[in-house]
């Protein structure tokens, strides 16, 4: 699937603006555990995950934690970065050889006042993001990390290739406990 499949399945856009975004849209493949986004930056891009998986992830006592995971056609970008301007502490890995879309924002918001399907694709992804955060900390309130573990496992086949490591930071669980709960759900 090609990336304007993709956004025109969230909301059509003109060939004049398509063309508008290719101009700045560009392709790249990363390795294995490779960052696309160091810890301390400033998120100054809009990720999509074209195949493969990505990671947002940051360090707490020394402990490597994943906050979210992104899997094929989904965006991946640190927003509270992207819209403040401020550095954050968190990062971007691609968790297996993945190829990522990558746009640059500042261009991408220059295109919005031009093209108003573009900003409307773009307003909607983000509202989806929001959504899915929102979704995010509603399940660490109130679900056990069986649900959740369950859950991701209904989001994507991929789960089976991430590092247990990182799902089990994921869950907010030890690699033990996330070990009994796979053999209880099997």
């Known amino acids: 699937m090609m ?4 956004f025109n399945s969230i909301n059509n856009l003109s060939p004049e603006s398509q063309s508008a975004l290719a101009q700045i849209t560009i392709e790249k493949t990363y390795k294995k555990n490779e960052v696309i986004q160091n810890i301390g ?14 990671r947002i992830f940051y360090y707490k006592d020394g402990n490597d934690i994943t906050e979210h995971f992104s899997f094929e056609h989904e965006l991946i970008v640190r927003a509270e970065s992207l819209f403040t301007g401020k550095p954050t502490s968190k990062g971007i890995q691609a968790i297996n050889k993945s190829t990522i879309w990558s746009i640059d924002s500042e261009s991408l918001f220059k295109l919005y ?9 773009f307003r909607l992804l ?3 993001e929001y959504v899915n955060t929102v979704k995010r900390i509603e399940s660490l309130q109130f679900m056990s990390a069986k649900e959740r ?15 247990l490591k990182y799902i089990a930071s994921y869950l907010g669980i030890t690699q033990v406990s996330l070990s009994r709960l796979r053999a209880d759900i099997r």
């Open 3 to 6: 990336i304007f499949d993709f």
């Open 41 to 54: 930056s400033r998120c100054k891009t809009v990720y999509f995950v074209k195949d493969g998986c990505a």
């Open 113 to 121: 006042d031009k093209h108003h399907d573009i900003e409307r694709l």
């Open 126 to 128: 983000f509202e989806k």
């Open 149 to 163: 573990y369950a859950e991701l496992l209904q989001t994507t086949d991929y789960i089976q290739k991430i590092p």
